[in-house]
Nanobody
């Protein structure tokens, strides 16, 4: 079974940084595209970023220039480095395999507030 566990969230002030991690198991991580999505309170899921199995990154407009997606295939781990955080980035962040929302697993809460 695909298992994805996000971690690294927390409370951070506006302008701050966080690095999220996602531990993957149950599938061939190195062969899979991986994504981050988020859900703010009372809102639908929102796409954040994708990295292909060949390390090609893509970002939502809201993440461009501030977030960096990366992966470590040796550790079966996906990362999201977030900088210049804004209050509107407050959400639960999930990782998914190939943007398949059924794989998202447990997310990690990111709260940006002063």
């Amino acid at each position: 079974d695909v298992q994805l566990q996000a971690s690294g969230g927390g409370l951070v002030q506006p302008g701050g940084s966080l690095r999220l991690s996602c531990a993957a198991s149950g599938f061939t991580f190195s062969s899979s595209g991986m994504s981050w999505v988020r859900q703010a309170p009372g809102k639908d899921f929102e796409y954040v970023s994708t990295i292909s199995n060949t390390n090609f990154p893509q970002y939502a407009d809201s993440a461009k220039g501030r977030f960096t997606i990366s992966r470590d295939n040796a550790k079966n781990t996906l990362y999201l480095q977030m900088t210049s955080l804004k209050p509107e980035d407050t959400a639960v962040y999930y990782c998914t395999r190939d943007l398949d929302m059924s794989t998202r697993g447990q997310g990690t809460q990111v709260t940006v507030s002063s």
